[in-house]
């Protein structure tokens, strides 16, 4: 078994001895890497980043996936501060050397941050690190852990904690600052120690050092046991408190969820908020009672999320100061605040880590950690720098003004089908336009060619037919090659037959409904020697007066032999249920029986007479004649199903 070291009271042989521990390999060599960019130097490349030193992507989905790395809001918030932004494989090492907790826990009901706790602790740290950027000469830089080594010849290594050590202590004076932590202090050296999470607390003040012990007189007639040494670690006062603030199995503070979702008015909500209030209260108070200790204190270890340290820092006269340079998180992870786990992560920092390794093994283990370091990645070729002058708009005259807003508003009325309005304009602006087969201007952005193009594909039956028989509009205007291609025009009707994708197409060929074109083919039958119609049109057809009436006449006709049949089938469906609510009504003869004493009651079987006894001759009678009524209904229902 391993013989396991205090920190604090290591043997001065093995102290003596003790080297700083580096790596006894060398990196493999690497490929140099080109040149970043300059800072503060942005691209101009759209898919690019401004801020993390001028990176360059294929896509747009890459460039989406950078702006949610913790690089680039690292960036990001120390450009907010003033600072230089670094480079992606500096921000690597900055992770890599992260001596941080993770807060981690092994409850489910613990309360969980949410924020990303890397890029605030390197925030938080940016005054007292000690990495700089890499070199350019390509040299390698190991990234830092959370514990350092201290080799002592032939075969053991010694770890600690760099947590332990002032946090403006080079890597070259670790040895020293070990040798003098060794140095014995009057009353010891003290550390406080607190956790809070998902609503419990846990709290010590500790002794971690040897204490200076007074060399008592020994009266040498009397005989005295020798004094039992005291423990190396000496909890000197602990307090642990529970408040409900979390839901359980849920996770998250009642206040987290409030800012996130609004403020809740369940009855558990308002319980959560005042057991958030009364553990603030309650840690608060707590502190006030050790001020004395904890100003005694060389370390104060806090794990708290990023909301709950503000129970400890951020108020009016707190007892530890935000920038107290005391402060420290735990540098592994660590479980629910309780005693036990205090206690556990006591032991984990005093307790030197020691390990057995020859120097051949320790060339080994350090070939293969440095093989497995990720390789640098290649900096994405920057593009040539486009240029940043934007085109300047073209200014128009009032002239060119004047005729924009005219095809504007002749575009709109025709669009929308105001006839009468588009009558009058056309009568004062129509010769300004250019005609009425002038082609539309690009700047409308309008892939059709003509007016009347715009209005068959609108649908107005009474502006094309304005624009076809009054203005003699040219049907015959190819529509746009591109629009043509992309096949973009349908009709609404089933009866028209639509060109085949990229052919000529006309006016003609963007009317969506029956009603526009009958409107092309009349004016064709009407006036067939004005254009070719037939042809280059793709009119199919005139349609003449005679052809209109006859064609009215077979739908009139068509309507009429419709209404007929629906009749004939409405009157047999009558006769059918008629027919079948017939039912056949079988007359048996009742039994007869003997006649009872008393009188008998109106409703006996009707083909006795005792039914009828003890009745006036009246009733009698009209008891007679419905039965009468009932057999005769009987026989005709028998002669109507028989027929």
């Keep these: 078994m391993a013989h396991r070291y205090n920190v604090f009271s290591l043997p001065s042989q093995l102290v003596d001895t003790l080297t700083p521990r580096t790596l006894t390999g060398q990196a493999p060599p690497r490929e140099p890497s080109p040149p970043p960019p300059p800072k503060g130097t942005p691209t101009s490349n759209a898919k690019g980043c401004n801020i993390c030193l001028g990176a360059a992507f294929a896509d747009v989905d890459e460039q989406r996936a950078h702006f949610r790395t913790d690089w680039h809001r690292y960036n ?65 830089r190991v990234p830092l852990t959370a514990v350092t080594w201290f080799h002592s010849p032939p075969s053991t290594q010694i ?44 709290g010590a003040v500790v002794r971690v ?75 608060r108070e707590l502190l006030r009672d050790w001020a004395e200790d904890i100003y005694e204190c060389e370390r104060i270890f806090i794990r708290a999320s990023v909301s709950n340290r503000r ?29 036990a786990e205090l206690a556990r992560c006591l032991q984990e920092l005093v307790q030197a880590k020691v390990s057995r390794l020859t120097e051949e093994a320790l060339r080994a283990q350090d070939e293969a950690y440095l093989a497995s370091l990720p390789k640098p990645k290649p900096h994405p070729m920057q593009p040539a720098p486009e240029s940043s002058e934007k085109p300047r708009p073209v200014r128009l005259t009032k002239e060119e ?57 609108a649908g107005h039956e009474a502006v094309v037919q304005w624009l076809l028989f009054d203005l003699h509009a040219d049907p015959t205007t190819p529509v746009s090659l591109t629009w043509t291609k992309e096949g973009g025009i349908e009709s609404d009707a089933s009866d028209v037959e639509v060109p085949p994708v990229g052919s000529r197409r006309t006016a003609y060929d963007l009317a969506r409904s029956r009603a526009v074109r009958d409107v092309f083919r009349r004016c064709a039958a009407d006036h067939p020697d ?37 009749r004939e089938r409405e009157a047999r469906e009558r006769e059918r249920e008629r027919t079948s609510e017939v039912v056949p009504v079988v007359v048996e003869e009742p039994p007869k029986k003997e006649p009872a004493s008393g009188v008998q009651k109106l409703g006996g079987l009707s083909g006795s007479t005792d039914g009828i006894a003890g009745l006036t001759p009246e009733m009698r009678a009209k008891v007679e004649r419905e039965r009468r009524a009932r057999a005769a209904e009987a026989r005709l229902k028998l002669l109507g199903r028989s027929t």
């Design 76 to 140: 990001v918030k120390i450009r907010l501060t003033g600072g230089h932004p670094v480079t992606e494989s500096t921000f690597a090492q900055l992770v890599g050397g992260l001596e941080d907790s993770l807060s981690g826990s092994a409850s489910s009901d613990d309360e969980t941050s949410d924020e990303s706790d890397t890029v605030n602790v390197l925030l938080s740290k940016l005054n007292h690190t000690t990495l700089s950027d890499v070199p350019e000469d390509g040299t390698f």
């Design 530 to 566: 004005w254009w070719d119609w037939f042809g280059v049109a793709h009119v199919p057809s005139a349609l003449s007066k005679e052809k209109e009436e006859e064609r009215d006449d077979k739908k009139k006709q068509r309507r009429k032999g419709l209404k007929e049949k629906m």
């Design 311 to 339: 129970i400890f820092l951020d108020y009016e006269g707190c007892i530890i100061s935000k920038g107290d340079d005391r402060l420290r998180t735990f540098p592994f992870p660590t479980r629910r605040p309780t005693q």
């Design 209 to 283: 050092g040897r204490v200076g012990e007074e060399q008592d007189e020994v009266v040498q007639t009397r005989k005295r046991k020798p004094p039992q040494p005291k423990p190396e670690t000496e909890v000197l006062k602990h307090k642990t408190f529970h408040r409900y603030t979390t839901r359980r199995k849920q996770g998250g503070s009642q206040s987290i969820n409030d800012n996130a979702k609004g403020a809740a008015i369940s009855a558990g909500a308002m319980l959560r908020r005042y057991g958030e209030q009364a553990l603030r209260d309650d840690i």
């Design 401 to 457: 003004e004047l005729h924009r807003e005219r095809w504007s508003r002749f575009l709109n009325m025709v669009s929308k089908g105001r006839l009468e309005p588009l009558k009058g304009f056309w009568e004062r602006e129509g010769e300004d336009i250019g005609g009425v087969d002038a082609p539309i201007p690009e700047w409308a952005g309008d892939r059709r060619v003509s007016v009347l193009q715009v209005a068959a594909q």
């Design 159 to 202: 770890g600690v904690y760099r947590m332990l050590f002032p946090l403006d202590t080079p890597s070259s004076a670790y040895l020293s600052e070990l040798k003098e932590m060794q140095a014995i202090v009057e009353g010891g050296r003290k550390w406080a120690m607190f956790m809070v999470a998902g609503g419990h607390f846990a």
